[in-house]
């Protein structure tokens, strides 16, 4: 057993409503606080805010698919592929032996 989620403070897997302004428009969005310290990781990373992040990926999806049917899932996802990301470029810059 890996025991990933034994080694976790359980206040990561805790959902956590932040209000922000999309086009224009209050929202709230609930994530788990896994997923909002990865999204502040790529605020920060581009020098800004959350709340700007958010609202250029919402615009960028509505620019793509026209729609966004579930935002929240969308920036799970987000999450996962910069992840993925900065993972090979990891192994990129560090090959296995």
Known sequence: MCKL??????????????????????????????????LDAIAAGEGMSVSRLVALLYDEAVDLHGEVANFASL??????????ERAEMAIRRHPPA
């Open 75 to 84: 920036l799970r996802t987000v999450c996962l592929i910069y992840l993925g």
């Open 5 to 38: 989620l034994a080694r976790q403070d359980p206040r990561r897997f805790t959902q956590t409503s932040r209000s922000l302004r999309i086009s224009g428009q209050s929202t709230s969005i609930r994530l788990e606080t896994a997923f909002w310290e990865i």
